[in-house]
T-cell receptor, first 112, second 111 residues
């Protein structure tokens, strides 16, 4: 069954604005990973946040994790046209031996 | 150097044919995976190998058979291809329970 569910499904913003997307999952996790996929391309790893962590930063990206609510969020600050892509969260559950369970993704469009 | 590579990038074939997709990683990881991404972009794991041993085998038709000749390679062979097999197939590798690195994908079209 699908673990990660993302919200919103699509997001359209202007350059310079912030973009926030949320992910919910169903069972206990070892970690949660965020990926970006440009149209027709492969997945690029953005951030991994472990179950004992609450927040991580990488450049203009900030990821939070709330294990009590089984949810995570990805914030892209000062967005650029090059941030246009689909963003996926993927939960690595504790019983999964490394299996990532992906959400349906959020399609982000950043217009100049 | 490409970390995770797949060949071919595109594969167009007729129903009923047999085809293979190859994957290689040069990251020294112990674990490799195959994922399938459907037309709605939903990604689902198919198989995982750890040190050449099959550890994850999701509910996948037995027409799909993975093979790992060594821990740097994981190939996917598909027999008797069907229209519904059309998708993008991604290979990935990682150390167990760590960041997974994905290949560029193989777009399979079955006519």
């Amino acid at each position: 069954s699908q673990q990660g569910e993302e919200d919103p499904q699509a997001l359209s913003i202007q350059e310079g604005e912030n973009a926030t997307m949320n992910c919910s999952y169903k069972t206990s996790i070892n970690n949660l990973q965020w990926y970006r996929q440009n149209s027709g391309r492969g997945l690029v790893h953005l951030i991994l946040i472990r179950s004992n962590e609450r927040e991580k930063h990488s450049g203009r990206l900030r990821v939070t994790l709330d294990t009590s609510k089984k949810s995570s969020s990805l914030l892209i600050t000062a967005s650029r046209a090059a941030d246009t892509a689909s963003y996926f969260c993927a939960a690595m559950t504790t019983d999964s031996w490394g299996k990532l369970q992906f959400g349906a993704g959020t399609q982000v469009v950043v217009t100049p | 150097d490409t970390a995770v590579s797949q060949t071919p990038k595109y594969l167009v074939t007729q129903m009923g044919n047999d085809k293979s997709i190859k994957c290689e990683q040069n990251l020294g990881h112990d674990t490799m995976y195959w994922y399938k991404q459907d037309s709605k972009k939903f990604l689902k794991i198919m198989f995982s190998y750890n040190n050449k041993e099959l550890i994850i085998n999701e509910t996948v038709p037995n027409r799909f058979s993975p093979k790992s000749p060594d821990k740097a390679h994981l190939n996917l062979h598909i027999n008797s291809l069907e229209l519904g097999d059309s998708a993008v197939y991604f290979c990935a590798s990682s150390q167990v329970e760590d960041t997974q690195y994905f290949g560029p994908g193989t777009r399979l079209t079955v006519l």
